[in-house]
């Protein structure tokens, strides 16, 4: 099993930026997806983004289309998650994931979990 562990949560205000990590404790033998989702109080878990093992696909929520930006470096099996122009909508806790093929939006799919970084945007 892969252990993930996120970081670069924070506090912002409105208009500003935060740039997430999840580092994978382990080379993964398989070529692996990883992804990023969010959960905000009260409501269930959502996805945000997600990328190909090789980088060159990738799949946006759409409220985060053109503000967010997933990458990744296989070398360090580390995700990023640059998040530009943050709403206070975007305030939750922020999780990344992992699962073998391709990178998609179904939550059910995804095998292993990170316990996530507070992301707080102000108003």
């Known amino acids: 099993q892969v252990q993930l562990a996120e970081s670069g949560g924070g506090l912002v205000q409105a208009g500003g930026a935060l740039r997430l990590s999840c580092a994978a404790s382990?080379?993964?033998?398989?070529?692996?997806?990883m992804a990023w989702f969010r959960q905000a109080p009260g409501k269930e878990r959502e996805f945000v983004a997600a990328?190909?093992?090789?980088?060159?696909?990738?799949r946006y929520a759409d409220s985060v289309k053109g503000r967010f930006t997933i990458s990744r470096d296989n070398a360090k099996n580390t995700v990023y998650l640059q998040m530009e122009s943050l709403k206070p909508e975007d305030t939750a806790v922020y999780h990344c994931?992992?699962?073998?093929?391709?990178?998609?939006?179904?939550?059910?799919?995804?095998?292993?979990w990170g316990q996530g970084t507070q992301v707080t945007v102000s108003s």
């Open positions: 382990l080379r993964v033998s398989s070529p692996y997806a």
């Open positions: 994931a992992t699962k073998v093929g391709a990178p998609l939006a179904d939550r059910r799919l995804y095998r292993d």
């Open positions: 990328i190909s093992w090789s980088g060159d696909s990738t």
